[in-house]
């Protein structure tokens, strides 16, 4: 069974820097598709969760615009785990990160949208103090 697993959030000040981790199982091909969203407190629930960035399997990467440079993923392939880190957090960084997967011969060519995401983590909490 598919499974994605976030660790490595917790409280922050502004400035610093986080990595996020997650570590995903049970995927039984090579083709997964892979990405990171975020959801700040109180968030609507009828809106979508922010996509921060996607790599496909081949390595591709989209950042949403926002990103500014301020964000970057990585994987270790070996160890089936996908990071996230964050420089420069900013307290507006506060939220939920959640990591996604979803399974494709071709990863969209897009900037990552939830609704194309079929697997997902629990997440993990980022607060990020002034």
């Known amino acids: 069974q598919e499974r994605l697993v976030e660790s490595g959030g917790g409280s922050v000040q502004a400035g610093e820097s986080i990595r996020l981790s997650c570590a995903a199982s049970?995927?039984?091909?090579?083709?997964?598709?892979m990405g990171w969203f975020r959801q700040a407190p109180g968030q609507s629930p009828g809106k979508e969760r922010e996509?921060?960035?996607?790599?496909?399997?081949?390595?591709?990467?989209r950042y949403a615009d926002f990103t500014k440079g301020r964000f970057d993923i990585s994987q270790d392939k070996s160890e089936n785990i996908l990071y996230l880190n964050i420089l420069n957090l900013k307290p507006e960084d506060t939220g939920t990160y959640y990591c996604?997967?979803?399974?494709?011969?071709?990863?969209?060519?897009?900037?990552?949208?939830?609704?194309?995401?079929?697997?997902w983590g629990r997440g993990t909490q980022v607060i990020v103090s002034s």
């Open positions: 996604a997967a979803y399974v494709a011969v071709v990863c969209v060519s897009w900037k990552p949208r939830e609704r194309d995401f079929e697997y």
């Open positions: 996509g921060i960035v996607s790599i496909g399997h081949n390595g591709v990467t």
């Open positions: 049970g995927f039984t091909t090579k083709n997964v598709c």
